[in-house]
Nanobody
Framework: QVELVESGGGSVQAGGSLRLSCAASGYSRYCMGWFRQAPGKEREGVAL???????RYADSVKGRFTISKDNAKNTLTLQMNNLQPGDTAMYYC????????????????????WGQGTQVTVSS
């Protein structure tokens, strides 16, 4: 059973940085990603990383966010730079055990595993 636990959220001013971490066991062989959901909006994909380190980013975060993973430490990370108020949301770590290569599909399967989320708030 894969369990995911996020940490690293908080409040920053626009232009600031935060680093989110997701602790997981048995995740490295899956497609993993970071998603976010702002109040009143649907959940959206932010960044994906395949079992081999191929990454994909939402257009809104390209050049500002970096997803990475450390297989030895069983950790998935999202480095977020130049944060803007529009980045304010609950951020979730997820793993899709139905695929190792994320490809172009942002949607995770019904069997995907999700963390509880960590709040990111960016003030102007």
């Amino acid at each position: 059973q894969v369990e995911l636990v996020e940490s690293g959220g908080g409040s920053v001013q626009a232009g600031g940085s935060l680093r989110l971490s997701c602790a997981a066991s048995g995740y490295s062989r899956y497609c993993m990603g970071w998603f976010r959901q702002a109040p009143g909006k649907e959940r959206e994909g932010v960044a994906l990383i395949s079992s081999v380190p191929i990454t994909r980013y939402a257009d809104s975060v390209k050049g500002r966010f970096t997803i990475s993973k450390d297989n030895a430490k069983n950790t998935l990370t999202l480095q977020m730079n130049n944060l803007q108020p529009g980045d304010t949301a609950m951020y979730y770590c997820a793993a899709d055990p139905t695929r190792t290569y994320c490809g172009v599909a942002w949607r995770f399967s019904n069997g995907a595993i999700w963390g509880q989320g960590t709040q990111v708030t960016v003030s102007s």
